[in-house]
């Protein structure tokens, strides 16, 4: 077994179970930095081999609840389908493995209620994957903010699309009992976590879910209207009907302004440009920062969780972050005559 050196100590690699091993498994499967990949479950065992064969001594199973019970996993990431992450998040909880749920975590929050007291009495922890925070112009736009570089914030404005392709109305995330909602709980959570993560809580929601184009019983476009307690503003809007893929996110404060565009791939080349606002004001001093090379927040995020886990530190998207998230979310719902509650 692996020896990892951390604060003067070894410690044994922390060992990984994955349920659910479709792009996103896979891509945890690929970034779990120095953990060791252990085992894998899918409801579809074919799915679960292809994956476990590409990891030397890694099994597959297809029952997640044997992968939950081994005694050999440490910490179990679970990147199904929504109607299932909170479930399987919970059995794992409560078998004493640290777990990473992928964003949304849930349906809605009252599917996760009591799955954070459990991981306080069996001393575990969880993690929500927000991955997105762990991108490079992210993280360099948080350092950015929190050295003071744009002053006292004032406001955000996103938007985050993407045009779907043919037959994607018959595809799971157009079934709200198995996904709890269309493009608002799909990429929606992404852009409200970061909006929070630097403006802080949302007091004032206000916003409207609709279908424009697909012919589904979920939203296709989210709109959004969000204030904090010191009346901060994001202005959000989610869609699958942006035909070309679309990631733009912009920090307004007194100082100056932050646009993070791109997110690699169709999305285009990641980049964060600061525009930082001169005494005499007029055309601001500009700095970009272009990051073509490949995404590695998926693995960031990962050892974050690890370090979380071998020091006892609550991370940083959680289980509350998550509930917050789909509390603007049910929300917004709620107010477009959207049940999604199974």
Request: with cysteine; hydrophobic share 45%.
């Amino acid at each position: 077994m692996s020896i990892t050196e951390r604060a003067g100590q070894t410690q044994p690699a922390l060992r990984v179970g994955i349920v659910g091993c479709g792009l996103i498994g896979q891509k945890r499967a690929q970034a779990l930095a120095d953990a060791t990949l252990v085992a894998c479950a899918d409801r579809a065992p074919e799915r679960a081999a292809r994956l476990a064969t590409s990891v030397p001594g890694c099994r597959a199973t297809g029952d997640w609840r044997e992968l939950v019970a081994a005694p050999d996993v440490d910490i179990v990431v679970v990147a199904t389908l929504h109607d299932s992450l909170a479930e399987i998040a919970r059995a794992a909880v409560e078998a004493g493995k640290h777990v990473l749920v992928e964003k949304p975590a849930a349906r809605h929050a009252q599917e996760l209620a009591g799955i954070a007291e459990a991981a306080a009495a069996r001393g575990v922890l969880v993690r929500v994957g927000f991955n997105h925070r762990y991108h490079r112009a992210f993280r360099k736009a948080r350092e950015l903010v929190d050295e003071g570089a744009l002053g006292p914030l004032m406001f955000i404005r996103a938007r985050y699309g993407h045009g779907g392709r043919l037959g994607y109305d018959r595809e799971w995330r157009a079934d709200p009992q198995l996904s709890g909602g269309g493009e608002l709980i799909d990429q929606g959570p992404h852009v409200i976590d970061l909006a929070r993560w630097f403006l802080g809580e949302f007091v004032d929601i206000e916003g409207f879910a609709a279908t424009y184009f697909w012919d589904m019983p979920v939203d296709d476009n989210g709109f959004l209207l969000l204030r904090t307690a010191g009346r901060q503003t994001a202005f959000l809007h989610v869609s699958c009907t942006e035909w070309k893929n679309t990631f733009s996110f912009e920090i307004y404060g007194r100082l100056g302004k932050l646009e993070i565009s791109g997110l690699g791939g169709s999305y285009g080349v990641e980049r964060l440009t600061f525009y930082r606002m001169l005494p005499e004001m007029g055309p601001p001093e500009t700095t970009v920062w272009e990051y073509p090379m490949a995404d590695d927040s998926w693995r960031v995020e990962f050892a974050e969780f690890l370090d979380d886990i071998r020091i006892g530190r609550m991370p940083a998207a959680g289980l509350p972050e998550a509930m917050a998230v789909l509390g603007v979310i049910e929300k917004i719902y709620e107010a477009s005559g959207y049940d999604h509650r199974a």
